[in-house]
């Protein structure tokens, strides 16, 4: 069974002036987003800042998502690390905080083999009863993960059921998905890649867009599922100059700055991100207006 279809929102960390986390500020978002036809919450993952979260707030945060969800849709954790044990601690406490499913990057920076890979996510799998998606993006990694390995983990660990593929290679994503033959759920990683990775099998995307364009995003995935290819795709391509602006330095630079555009008051960065150049503020603004965002405020 998938742990969603449709389209889940890579939820921000909002941080007070402080740059403590503003838990209240999260619960709220939350709110926002499941009244607003979001399907799933993932909570921790790089558009969280989870890397410069520390390990209780990491905790908390999932804690105070599951609470804030109240079990309306589920809550994917985002547990992944680079040391193997840490990643099996923070799947451990995320399933004893109530999360529904965990995201499990590859480990970054060390650069594993594709066996060491299939030891880390099995090391973790054996370890958890929590359904497992693994997480492809070798921009920020520097590793892939690949379609073959992909297939063992998920056939030989009954947990692990799905990737999100942000690797952005089609070619290797359908490779994938025909080796899989089932076996494994893909959702995309990159919000202008929705309806490519939905015509390959995918089930849904995890979802920058999300933050500022919940129902939309939601939209596209429905749209295609319903049948009616043409409206999603359409809906797809309009959304394609907005989703640039929120990528016009790295995420989650630009869509904190567009959520505090839109008054959400989400609070700044930590280092070592830091706020947004003043001319991407103004592409980001007037691509948000184009698209039919109201502005509240200016930053």
């Known amino acids: 069974m998938a742990i969603f279809k449709g389209a889940g929102v890579a939820i921000i960390t909002p941080m007070n002036e402080d740059l403590s986390v503003n838990y209240e500020k999260l619960e709220q978002l939350i709110d926002e987003q499941i009244e607003n ?7 921790c993952g790089t558009t969280g800042e989870s890397s410069t979260l520390t390990e209780p707030e990491h905790v908390e945060c999932i804690r105070v998502a599951v609470s804030a969800a109240k079990k309306r849709v589920p809550v994917i954790a985002g547990t992944g690390s680079n ?20 995201l499990l990057v590859s480990p970054y920076y060390n650069k594993a083999t594709q066996k060491g890979l299939i030891a880390h996510y099995s090391e973790i799998a054996k370890n958890t009863d929590l359904p497992l998606i693994l997480y492809n993006i070798q921009s920020r990694t520097g590793v892939n993960i690949a379609p073959e390995t992909i297939v063992t983990l998920a056939k030989t660990c ?12 089609i070619s290797q994503i359908a490779k994938l998905m025909h080796l899989a033959d089932g076996c494994v759920d893909l959702y995309s990683g990159n919000d202008d890649q929705i309806v490519p990775l939905l ?41 394609i100059p ?10 989650p630079i630009p869509v904190k700055a567009a959520m505090n555009l839109m008054g959400k008051e989400v609070g700044s960065l930590r280092l070592p ?16 207006e184009d698209f039919g965002i109201e502005l509240k405020k200016s930053l």
Do not use: W
């Open 37 to 43: 036809g979001t399907d799933a919450i993932i909570i």
């Open 83 to 102: 040391d193997t044990k840490t990643a099996v601690y923070l799947t451990q406490e995320a399933q004893a905080a109530g999360a529904d499913a965990a």
């Open 158 to 169: 009954d947990n692990i059921v799905a990737v999100k593929e942000a690797s952005g290679n």
């Open 199 to 239: 015509s390959l099998g995918g089930i849904g995307v995890i979802s920058v867009l999300s933050n500022v364009a919940p129902q939309y995003t939601h939209d596209i995935v429905e749209s295609y599922m319903n049948g009616d290819v043409a409206k999603s795709c359409q809906m797809q391509l309009r959304a």
């Open 242 to 251: 907005l989703i640039n602006a929120l990528f016009s330095e790295v995420n």
């Open 273 to 288: 991100l830091t706020p947004m150049e003043e001319a991407h503020v103004q592409t980001l603004a007037k691509a948000m």
